[in-house]
């Protein structure tokens, strides 16, 4: 009964649910937050209740690492960041790094479903930077997967949004939260309308991966440049399902149908490329279940996706683990 997802309670993945994160490794949690960007596509807000309602569907288990997440680590849903000024872009940022500020205190490592990407500036304000216990203060680096960098720092603001979607990955690099020369911006194709449109990424410092570089360099060449980048520091993914090729995730926010994005083989190839290293939480944005297919493909997609991302923190603990009882027997 467990693996039909019309069944029972639909908490993520089936997990407990749980109003706070002291007792789990692991949080998942739901921003339904739309006003961050800027546009006329605002059901982002359904992502969270999108992929609760399929999650029963996915995998348990991950055959490549040989783990089962859910008996190796202590994994809760907290629901969903309340935001009581939903329309009001700017504090529901605000609401989201209070609600994340607790996360990081409790020491559980965040795996969120939004939401529009602006959600990635209020999480990254509460688990980065000074006075965060999961990067013990660092800056964190990102691994940032998207059409669109996501670095229009030359806009004041997006229709109103000022720490919108389209600003989080620029404002995180000049308030102090992210180290962007220790960070990756991946499948980056966009529908550029100027020709220098990546000039702010590399001002900031971004190492900017897009489809055509990725493509001329291969896979493993880009698993390398991206370990080599981030190297042993706190790392954060965030997943933009826009990223993909519309046949794969067709129920997406800012779609780009004008050149040929990932399958979800290759995104999760380069997403295994941080496994081993510090992930201290990730999150999948931009899921629009009101454009998405009948069968749900890309709610789906969003909920594999956040599996594997689960996986690889649970496979981080599972390697923390064995180290320390070497040591201790040693």
């Not at 359904?46 to 994994?75: E, N, T, Y």
């Not at 496994?275 to 997609?301: A, E, F, H, K, Q």
Request: glycine share 10%.
């Amino acid at each position: 009964m467990e693996g039909l997802y019309w069944w029972g309670i639909p908490t993520l993945f089936r997990c407990p649910y749980s109003e706070t994160a002291e007792d789990c490794d692991i949080a998942l949690v739901g921003v339904p937050h739309s006003t961050g960007n800027g546009t006329t596509e605002r059901d982002q807000h359904l992502g969270p209740r999108a992929v609760r309602d399929v999650s029963a569907l996915g995998r348990r288990v991950h055959m490549k690492f040989q783990l089962d997440p859910w008996k190796s680590c202590r994994i809760n849903d907290l629901g969903d960041v309340p935001l009581p000024e939903g329309n009001n872009n700017e504090r529901s940022i605000e609401h989201i790094a209070e609600f994340y500020r607790a996360i990081d205190t409790a020491g559980a490592r965040p795996v969120s479903i939004g939401g529009d990407h602006s959600i990635t500036g209020g999480i990254l304000q509460a688990l980065s930077g000074p006075g965060s216990r999961l990067t013990r203060g660092e800056k964190v680096s990102i691994l940032h997967f998207d059409a669109h960098t996501d670095t229009f720092q030359h806009m004041d603001h997006f229709l109103g949004a000022k720490k919108s979607a389209a600003h989080w990955a620029a404002y995180l690099v000049r308030d102090g939260h992210v180290d962007a020369s220790r960070s990756v911006q991946v499948g980056i194709r966009g529908n550029p309308r100027t020709l220098n449109w990546l000039k702010p990424s590399d001002e900031l410092g971004y190492e900017v991966l897009t489809m055509d570089r990725y493509e001329a360099l291969g896979s493993d060449a880009c698993v390398d440049l991206i370990r080599d980048r981030i190297g042993d520091r706190p790392v954060y993914i965030t997943f933009d399902l826009d990223c993909l090729d519309p046949t794969v995730a067709p129920g997406v926010a800012n779609i780009e149908a004008g050149s040929t994005g990932f399958t979800v083989a290759q995104a999760t190839r380069l997403m295994h490329a941080v496994r081993g290293l510090n992930v201290i939480g990730g999150d999948v944005v931009c899921l629009m279940p009101t454009r998405d297919n009948p069968n749900r493909i890309t709610s789906m997609v969003a909920n594999a996706v956040m599996f594997e991302m689960v996986c690889l923190i649970a496979d981080n603990q599972v390697r923390a683990r064995g180290v320390a009882v070497k040591e201790t027997t040693s």
